[in-house]
């Protein structure tokens, strides 16, 4: 193989396993929007918001019909919920949410990830003052008034309704979010992301080259394991 060939491959290989990982996360979604529901798009909102974001994305019927099954159990394995806490090198925080039909192996492997790139597995609760949860939306603008828009979501609760580019930004209360969510359906509005998310309070940085190296690493091998659903932490670049 030449160099330019070589080239190539490269980039192409970096694009596909790009690619895999945004199919990962959007199938993470549809599993956890049936796990949460019904396996039925049409009675189930979220898991509709995730079918619909799978679909743009093109992601292979067949892998949203597994989420989908996974989640309503009917492989015959149950799942549970199961967070994790701890500090990355440089003290980092970095929370993980998992779902899980094995426990043991689960939270072994957490640990291993934080043991490998220098940092510590907390116990649970160790990171309640550095993240707070909040309702999350992402509306696509196209066709949507913001007026009319931020006037609705404002009255179900919301606290943030800020456009950027052709998206709407949507943030409220973790109790908001169901108020929100039928305010959505009542004016007949699909979200492109509906979620409840964990956000920063306080926030690392650093730019110490091995603790972002360390930090990179423990990111990535949280993200490539098949039990992790979400990886949330508080460093923020100082660039």
Do not use: W
């Not at 490269?10 to 396993?17: F, L, N, P, V």
């Not at 957490?110 to 990171?127: D, E, I, Q, W």
């Not at 309640?128 to 979501?153: H, M, Q, S, W």
């Not at 606290?159 to 930004?169: I, M, N």
């Amino acid at each position: 193989m030449g160099r330019k060939s070589a080239k190539i491959a490269t980039r192409k290989g970096a694009a596909d396993k790009a690619r895999g990982q945004v199919f990962t996360r959007a199938l993470k979604d549809v599993f956890i929007a049936s796990k949460s529901g019904s396996g039925d798009p049409g009675t189930n909102f979220l898991l509709k918001v995730a079918v619909e974001r799978c679909k743009k994305l093109n992601v292979p019927k067949d892998n949203i019909e597994k989420a989908i099954k996974k989640g309503q159990g009917s492989d015959g394995v149950g799942y549970e919920d199961v967070n994790y806490e701890g500090y990355g090198l440089g003290g980092i925080a970095v929370f993980v949410e998992a779902s899980s039909n094995n426990g043991t192996r689960t939270v072994g492997n957490v640990r291993s990830y934080f043991n490998k790139c220098k940092g510590s597995l907390g116990v649970s609760g160790s990171l309640e003052f550095i993240f707070e949860r909040k309702a999350r939306f992402y509306i696509p603008a196209e066709g949507v008034d913001e007026d009319d828009l931020t006037l609705n979501l404002i009255d179900a609760g919301a606290e943030e309704v800020e456009k950027a580019d052709d998206v709407y930004e949507v943030f409220g209360p973790v109790d908001s979010f169901g108020t929100i969510q039928e305010k959505l359906q009542e004016i007949n509005v699909t979200p492109d992301e509906a979620a409840l998310i964990r956000v920063p309070v306080s926030y690392k940085d650093s730019d110490d080259e091995e603790v972002l190296k360390q930090f990179d690493k423990l990111i990535g091998l949280l993200e490539e394991d098949e039990d992790v659903v979400t990886v949330y932490h508080n460093f923020e670049s100082r660039e």
